[in-house]
């Protein structure tokens, strides 16, 4: 096969910049030499071309290419009640969340919803993603079919809870394993699909369930796992209450035995130092999700206590609590959380919110060795931005007086209007319409149809 010669404004962070002061990499007139999905080179494209002169040159000069946005916590069954603002957390699932969950019992409801949720991760240049599923094993199944049609990495899992929540998203520990052992078998390893074996959060999941869980994690050691804690004040007293006998809400999950490397707890705000220090030993990540938290009034999150203690923290858009899939926005918002802290809070730089959203969500699913960043020996998952002539960020970026400065203007302006093609494994799983009215297949906006 022709291998393919991308040539671009390029940037990446290929080491932790939490860790290393020149964690950002630059290229202002790259190249990426691509064949059968994999970076075999990258580098200046002057030099690249001259040693691969045969190679068929892709040209995507003007904006910048990234490399594609990995988002280690989004639900799924939630895509349609993003934006239901004014409630805090247990409120705004009882009464906005969970009816719409319970929905997705409906086979044509789920498959709809899933095209929705696919849509929404590509189109906003995310091509990994460790995605919350849904209660409904059948909606599981539809989930994986529909990953594999649009070519995203997914790594999800049905959700299961036997309490508290509402009664048809109730399962019981030996439904829960039978199913989760089933979808496993079915999906886990599965061309870019993987599994997550997901107690929705400890407020819902008897001792029974999260023994199920563990099961399955000890049946299958390569999948991976995935829950909330300690987002709000009311949810972390409801776990101390429901689990007398813990020390704190990370043991409920520690002491049965699910916590390890590719284990990624989400939100992490109200967490203390003894947590801290046993996520680290166990080499969990948390998932930041600055948007959700300040929508739903969660809380602050501690970034410094996190990496002062050795935790590995990546991004998460927690779409539906979040307002909605651009990693761009989270890492903006995330920017501003730290901003608001004072001395508390830890001064983000534009590389560390790139590292953020691509390379730091790799290590969190332990799949750094394959995506995350542009180095040789990776697959080539991009998103090329590329503002629309006459934005405002088309402006910006042409007088920008550094790639520093480029970088955090596209963090503070960019929008999914900026995306305009996505690719993963080399292969184009999105390209913006030329008219921005209609979509991909043609159909025009609905708020002009109606
Ligand atoms: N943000 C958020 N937190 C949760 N905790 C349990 N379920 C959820 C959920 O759907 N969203
Ligand atoms: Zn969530």
Redesign the pocket.
Known sequence: MTPTLYRAAFMHTPFNAFQNEGALHVQQDGGLLVNGGTILASGEFSALRAAHPTARVTELRGGVLLPGFIDTHV?YP?VRIIGGLGRP?LDW?EHV?LPEEARLSDSAYARAVAQDFLHGLRCNGTTTALV?GSHFKGAMDIFFEEAAQTGLRTVAGQVVSDRLLRPELHTTPELAYAEGKALIERWHGVGRARYAVTP??S??ASEGILEACAALMTEFPDVHFTS?IN?NVA?VQTVRELFPGHLDYLDTYERAGLLGRRGVL??SVHTTDRELGQMAAHRCSAAH?PC?NSA?GSGLFPLRRHLNAGVHVALGT?VG?GTGFSMLKEGLQAYFMQQLQGRDGLPLTPAHLLYLSTRAGAEALDLHDQIGDFSAGKAFDAVWLRPPAGSTLAAILNHAGSPSETLAALFANGTQADVAQVWVGGEEVYARPADPLRDESGKQSPVLAS
């Open positions: 639900h939630q957390l699932l969340t919350f929705r959060f407020l819902s909330h987002e949810e989400a939100h999700c959700s739903l927690d609590g």
